[in-house]
T-cell receptor, first 112, second 111 residues
Framework: EPEVTQTPSHQVTQMGQEVILRCVPISNHLYFYWYRQILGQKVEFLVSFYNNEISEKSEIFDDQFSVERPDGSNFTLKIRSTKLEDSAMYFC??????????FGDGTRLSIL | EDQVTQSPEALRLQEGESSSLNCSYTVSGLRGLFWYRQDPGKGPEFLFTLYSAGEEKEKERLKATLTKKESFLHITAPKPEDSATYLCAVQDPLDTDKLIFGTGTRLQVFP
């Protein structure tokens, strides 16, 4: 069964450094998303992406965050200058139409 | 303001002991309610979509139902492999695709 793949599974970064999280969505999907889950908390929406542009972003997704689809298969989330509070699991999701969304296994981001 | 509330937070069942998980939502104009299963260290795995009151979906030992204010995930004769966190999410009532998640119910099934 096709799946969303995310790399790396765990990323450790010093505060203030840039980090790029990578995702390969399911191949025929057109809608792409990033969510995050801080330990012990709810899964929270960050951003949705369709037709090569951001369709919606949350308040969390400030100027430090950006997304890109650099080629036909990858979808990336960049955090420009990481903060301690960015430590979380980051999930990529994709969907063929707007729903249902299928999630990857996440990247655990630890900021030191 | 909580839009999606799940209960109980945790549930321990003996193998074969059927039960139900609850998801109440306060969004008006429901555009879709989704159930996901999440295993430790993994991403949410899609289970069901429900769109209108009275709708039911089934998969193996799981059945999801929907009313105007809540959804239930019924687990019949659970097995240890059903142990996971079950997440409920609703599609944002505004014209967007984002999902609003509850905090989940952590289910443990003992042999």
């Amino acid at each position: 069964e096709p799946e969303v793949t995310q790399t790396p599974s765990h990323q450790v970064t010093q505060m203030g450094q840039e980090v790029i999280l990578r995702c390969v969505p399911i191949s025929n999907h057109l809608y792409f998303y990033w969510y995050r889950q801080i330990l012990g908390q709810k899964v929270e929406f960050l951003v949705s992406f369709y037709n090569n542009e951001i369709s919606e972003k949350s308040e969390i997704f400030d100027d430090q965050f950006s997304v890109e689809r650099p080629d036909g298969s990858n979808f990336t989330l960049k955090i420009r200058s990481t903060k301690l509070e960015d430590s979380a699991m980051y999930f990529c999701a994709s969907s063929e139409g707007s729903q249902p969304q299928h999630f990857g296994d996440g990247t655990r981001l630890s900021i030191l | 303001e909580d839009q999606v509330t799940q209960s109980p937070e945790a549930l321990r069942l003996q193998e074969g002991e059927s039960s139900s998980l609850n998801c109440s939502y306060t969004v008006s104009g429901l555009r879709g309610l989704f159930w996901y299963r999440q295993d430790p260290g993994k991403g949410p795995e899609f289970l069901f979509t429900l769109y209108s009151a009275g709708e039911e979906k089934e998969k193996e030992r799981l059945k999801a139902t929907l009313t105007k204010k809540e959804s239930f995930l019924h687990i019949t004769a659970p097995k240890p492999e059903d142990s996971a966190t079950y997440l409920c999410a609703v599609q944002d009532p505004l014209d967007t695709d984002k999902l609003i998640f509850g905090t989940g119910t952590r289910l443990q099934v003992f042999p």
